[in-house]
């Protein structure tokens, strides 16, 4: 018998003294328990969100992308969107006033085929954003229906929420009924 | 009830709660208080104004009553929620709208607005 093959017994035979098969098979059961267990786990579950802070994450979120124009509560802003711009589709970035003044519409939320009422308020304080231009016109009026209109800076109406336009949020007020 | 009489109520678009947000509240915002020196507060003024004559009138002939795309009937539903929620008062503390009555005024275009509103809150002993 070579040395190799007497080098493999014997190191075969320590193993088998040391170890039992029914410690393999506890092993083995533990690891696969511990792999089905992680998405269980809150950090897991928190890498999942996408919600922007200050914002709670619900159904129609996750089924849409807040940042995208294309997204259901953005279907007559027009302007900057405040989720591109260090805010979120309902608020302001840092640094930025949020215009009192602005105006109100409805959208439909393909996610549950319900009307929403939305209000369009401007961030205002800084130079425009310049990312993530939306403009979407669903109901909307001409400048001379101006409380129907999403033609006009909403940052010039206020007191306390002075020039420049910043961005634009979108924030649900309401179920329309 | 009778469906002729169903059908000769027409049916509201939305809840005047609804109808507040969407045609007001971009103003006025959520309270009534307007913007100092933008926008005037309704709280103070509305049940006031809706007890005389003048006052009625001037409150359908502002622009964004006379002008709203809101129907007679859908006005007078807005204004009569209006009055109590913002004017604190009850039901029984002011004269409900009509839409005849919304539809005749609205219609009479209100020329001088700051200065009628100006002789009303002078009239009413409320400040501008």
Request: net charge positive; glycine share 10%; with cysteine.
């Amino acid at each position: 018998m070579s040395r190799f093959d007497r080098w493999m017994e014997a190191s075969s035979r320590s193993v088998a003294r040391r170890t039992s098969r029914r410690g393999l098979l506890g092993s083995l059961g533990a690891l696969l328990v511990g792999v089905a267990a992680l998405p269980l786990l809150p950090v897991a579950r928190g890498a999942e969100k996408s919600a922007k802070p200050g914002e709670a994450a619900t159904d129609h979120q996750e089924a849409q992308d807040p940042t995208s124009c294309n997204y259901w509560r953005h279907c007559a802003i027009d302007g900057f969107l405040c989720g591109c711009c260090g805010g979120s589709a309902s608020a302001c970035p840092p640094g930025t006033v949020q215009s009192p003044i602005t105006w109100v519409g409805t959208c439909h939320n393909p996610a549950d085929g319900l009307d929403y009422v939305i209000s369009y308020n401007d961030c205002c304080g800084k130079s425009s954003c310049g990312r993530c231009l939306c403009n979407r016109n669903e109901r909307d009026m001409p400048l001379y229906v101006p409380f129907r209109s999403n033609d006009y800076d909403w940052c010039t109406g206020s007191s306390v929420a002075n020039i420049p336009y910043h961005c634009s949020t979108a924030r649900v007020l309401a179920r329309a009924t | 009830m009778s469906l002729t009489v169903l059908m000769g109520a027409p049916a509201l678009a939305y809840e005047p709660r609804i109808n507040y947000m969407l045609q007001c509240q971009g103003c006025h915002g959520p309270d009534g208080r307007g913007e100092p020196g933008h926008v005037p507060s309704i709280r103070a003024t509305l049940a006031p104004l809706s007890r005389f004559a003048a006052g009625r009138r001037y409150l359908l002939q502002v622009p964004g009553v006379a002008l709203s795309a809101l129907s007679d009937e859908d006005l007078a539903a807005l204004l009569n929620w209006m009055i109590p929620a913002f004017g604190g008062v009850g039901p029984q503390r002011f004269r409900a709208y009509t839409a005849a009555e919304v539809g005749r005024y609205r219609r009479e275009p209100l020329v001088e607005i700051s200065a009628t509103r100006a002789r009303l809150m002078h009239q009413l002993q409320l400040p501008q």
